[in-house]
């Protein structure tokens, strides 16, 4: 996904982009039969809110670029916030606690092998 940070200095202020990772971690209350969910149900909730955002630019909804690209036909995401991993992450952790329902504790996203943000409630 491409993105901007113009909070976060020159180097993150420039249009770029990473292969996120994201690592969930999940508890669960219950087991039927020594299972508590299946991981490909997990995948069928959590897949869909991050693949909306794959291949795209992702940009705070105040960028001024939002409106250039949008007039140039280019089909962006925007989002309320600047787009750092500390907020991508606390806002992956809370689409996939609300929209997907599941009960997520925690939540890794790594914008490259050395940079990782972990949120947890
Ligand atoms: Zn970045």
């Not at 907020?87 to 606690?97: Q, R, S, V």
Request: glycine share 4%.
């Amino acid at each position: 996904m491409g993105h901007r940070n113009k909070e976060a200095g020159i180097k993150c202020g420039r249009l770029h982009g990473h292969t996120y990772d994201v690592v969930c971690t999940f508890a669960f209350n219950t087991m039927t039969n020594g299972v508590t969910m299946l991981f490909s149900d997990i995948d069928n909730k959590v897949e869909p809110i991050v693949k909306q955002y794959d291949h795209y630019f992702l940009f705070y909804e105040k960028d001024p670029l939002v409106d250039v690209l949008r007039m140039e036909g280019e089909l962006i995401k925007t989002v309320p916030f600047e787009t750092s991993a500390e907020n991508m992450a606390i806002w992956l952790f809370k689409e996939i606690k609300n929209e997907a329902k599941l009960p997520i504790i925690k939540i890794e996203l790594s914008e490259t092998k050395s940079s990782t943000v972990i949120y947890e409630e």
